[in-house]
């Protein structure tokens, strides 16, 4: 879910945060169809990426593995209570496409169970309705729900093109810095892993995960679930690769 930091309530990093520890992931999962269908989140980078570390300080029991357990509503509640923002109307936009309708009715639940006044704005097409709408900062979308994919497995092109400063692009509806989000501090740690990763990639994902950590500290959106695919293949297949961005290796496989 983005989370517009420009506009109330979420341009209050209590309530940001309130959310993220809110949120039900294991819920989000069943909603996309179970464990075979994806796993829970609570950080931009999905696994496979490089800069990849396991972090959640969203859950409950925070544990050292890094991984999601539990929402911890009292903690959430008590946020929202500091950030005097409770009564305020939020409106959540989803689209109709992938199941994300059901994403929309759930925050709208559980931003009424944190105390908020909030309904639900359905725009049917992902393409090009709803993100240019979300993503032109003339509207003031607050929240909604929002999915990526790279091209390749790039750290760049989950955190840079998505929460730099530059990637914000004000009144425009061709932004994709949905969440209107700039740390100048956090673009500097990317800007310097873009620099290395080519000559120097240890140090660089080093950074990477850095900058995934502050994000998610920043609470720069609400991460939920990372979707993954399941794979099923005869006896008489050979040499079966999946590779993490482009699936199956068709040109390495042999059948007898």
């Given at each position: 879910m983005f989370l517009n930091t420009r506009v109330p309530p979420f341009d209050d990093l209590r309530v940001r945060q309130a959310l993220n520890y809110a949120v039900d992931r294991e819920r989000m999962v069943e909603l996309l169809g179970g464990l075979?269908?994806?796993?829970?989140?609570?950080?931009?980078?999905?696994?496979?990426?490089?800069?990849?570390?396991?972090?959640?300080?969203?859950?409950?029991?925070?544990?050292?593995?890094?991984?999601?357990?539990?929402?911890?509503?009292?903690?959430?509640?008590?946020?929202?209570?500091?950030?005097?923002?409770?009564?305020?109307?939020?409106?959540?936009?989803?689209?109709?496409?992938?199941?994300?309708?059901?994403?929309?009715?759930?925050?709208?639940?559980?931003?009424?169970?944190?105390?908020?006044?909030?309904?639900?704005?359905?725009?049917?097409?992902?393409?090009?309705?709803?993100?240019?709408?979300?993503?032109?900062?003339?509207?003031?979308?607050?929240?909604?729900?929002?999915?990526?994919?790279?091209?390749?497995?790039?750290?760049?092109?989950?955190?840079?093109?998505?929460f730099s400063c530059d990637s914000f692009v004000p009144a425009r509806a061709s932004n994709r810095n949905l969440s209107a989000f700039c740390d100048p501090g956090i673009d500097a740690t990317m800007a310097r892993a873009a620099e290395i990763q080519a000559s120097d990639p240890v140090p660089a994902d080093a950074l990477w995960a850095e900058a995934d950590r502050a994000l998610v500290d920043r609470a720069a959106a609400v991460p939920l679930v990372n979707q993954h695919v399941v794979g099923?293949?005869?006896?008489?297949?050979?040499?079966?690769?999946?590779?993490?961005?482009?699936?199956?290796?068709?040109?390495?496989?042999?059948?007898?």
């Open positions: 075979l269908a994806a796993r829970p989140t609570c950080q931009l980078l999905p696994p496979a990426v490089p800069g990849y570390r396991p972090y959640c300080p969203y859950t409950l029991n925070r544990n050292p593995a890094g991984t999601w357990t539990a929402p911890d509503l009292a903690r959430a509640r008590a946020l929202v209570a500091a950030s005097g923002t409770r009564g305020m109307h939020v409106e959540v936009l989803a689209y109709e496409q992938f199941g994300r309708l059901e994403y929309g009715r759930y925050f709208v639940s559980l931003l009424r169970r944190l105390g908020y006044r909030s309904s639900l704005r359905v725009i049917p097409e992902l393409e090009p309705d709803y993100v240019e709408y979300a993503g032109d900062s003339r509207n003031r979308a607050q929240i909604g729900t929002f999915g990526w994919y790279a091209d390749f497995a790039s750290a760049a092109l989950f955190l840079r093109d998505l099923f293949v005869s006896e008489r297949v050979g040499n079966y690769q999946l590779h993490p961005q482009w699936l199956v290796l068709l040109d390495q496989l042999w059948v007898r």
